[in-house]
């Protein structure tokens, strides 16, 4: 079945450090996105990429890094310097030619412990 | 810059009756606009997409309807059902050479049995 795949579905990380979410997809789409979801504050992007070895910083990207070595996997590094992590990470894949339809993943909670 | 809401931010009715949801968004020069449905702890699942093109698109007891110029869009749901409950989302993808979307804050809805 093609679709996107987060792991793991929880995460529990320590004050100081740095922890990795994955995405996969089998889409063969070339762009991906990282949001961020907040009760009461809707999604916020923090990075994206357009194509392998390319990425830019969303609107939330201070405490967060990625890469995109591969098309299928985008994944993303929670920091130390990101102060307040605790939350719902979902990665969405897309087309990048004409009006893409976005995909997402069943997301990752992560909560400081 | 590209601003989408949503009204109702919550919605309670009893099972059985028509719904309509409400999405806007500021700047009309949208290449589509997608809804999703997102239940709680969960990802989101795309429900329709209309492309620029359209007015509308349905998908079995939902239709979605597009109006560019006014900056509108309605998610209209048939005969709801407690399974219905979630919350709904409506995003557009900016207009620049990177697709990133915008979303709304939602509508959270629950049908009573």
């Known amino acids: 079945d093609g679709g996107i795949t987060q792991s793991p579905k929880y995460l529990f990380r320590k004050e100081g450090q740095n922890v990795t979410l994955s995405c996969e997809q089998n889409?063969?789409?070339?762009?991906m996105y990282w949001y961020r979801q907040d009760p009461g504050q809707g999604l916020r992007l923090i990075y994206y990429?357009?194509?392998?070895?390319?990425?830019q910083k969303g609107d939330i990207a201070e405490g967060y890094s990625v890469s995109r070595e591969k098309k299928e996997s985008f994944p993303l590094t929670v920091t130390s310097a990101q102060k307040n992590p605790t939350a719902f990470y979902l990665c969405?894949?897309?087309?990048?030619?004409?009006?893409?339809?976005?995909?997402f993943g069943q997301g990752t909670r992560l909560t400081v412990v | 810059k590209q601003e989408v809401t949503q009204i109702p931010a919550a919605l309670s009715v009893p099972e059985g009756e028509n719904l309509v949801l409400n999405c806007s968004f500021t700047?009309?020069?949208?290449?589509?606009l997608q809804w999703f449905r997102q239940d709680p702890g969960k990802g989101l699942t795309s429900l329709l997409l209309?492309?620029?093109?359209?007015r509308e698109q349905t998908s079995g007891r939902l239709n979605a309807s597009l109006d560019k110029s006014s900056g509108r869009s309605t998610l209209y749901i048939a005969a709801s059902q407690p399974g219905d409950s979630a919350t709904y989302l409506c995003?557009?993808?900016?207009?620049?050479?990177?697709?990133?979307?915008?979303f709304g804050t939602g509508t959270r809805l629950k049908v009573l049995a």
């Open positions: 969405a894949s897309s087309s990048s030619v004409g009006g893409p339809e976005a995909f």
């Open positions: 889409l063969n789409h070339d762009a």
């Open positions: 990429s357009q194509i392998v070895n390319d990425f």
């Open positions: 700047d009309s020069a949208i290449y589509n």
């Open positions: 209309i492309q620029s093109s359209q």
């Open positions: 995003a557009v993808p900016t207009t620049s050479g990177t697709y990133k979307y915008i």
